[in-house]
């Protein structure tokens, strides 16, 4: 794997150790739903995410990420549509496919 790829790998796996750091261990919707600071947080994040997975496609279109370009539309949407974020898409997105996500990456680093 080439340098610039484990380095972006390892800028995904910074930002979802700081989005598990940002919930914490009782993590609660309405919580996240009602502090600004914690989803502006997390939309950052999700942002640096989605831009790492766009330089490594960039490198190789091939990666073997799950659902890469849908990481890199989550965060143009972000961005471009930040008036429009839906708080339980992006629950759901912290619930149901960060842990994915993690897992990937962590395996990734591991086997290099």
């Known amino acids: ?3 610039e790829i484990q380095k972006f790998l390892f800028d995904i796996k910074t930002s979802i150790d700081s989005i598990n750091e940002y919930l914490g ?3 609660d919707f309405n919580t996240y739903k009602t502090n600004k600071l914690l989803k502006r947080g997390i ?3 999700f942002e640096i995410i989605g831009e790492a997975a766009s330089r490594i496609l960039k490198i190789d279109s091939n990666f073997p990420i799950e659902d890469a370009r849908k990481i890199v539309d989550l965060r143009n949407w972000v961005i471009h549509g930040y008036d429009k974020i839906d708080d339980v898409i992006i629950w759901g997105i912290i619930s149901k496919q960060l842990p994915i996500l993690q897992k990937q990456v ?3 680093l591991k086997d290099e």
């Open 1 to 3: 794997m080439q340098l």
């Open 25 to 27: 261990e009782n993590r």
């Open 43 to 45: 939309e950052r994040e």
């Open 106 to 108: 962590e395996t990734l």
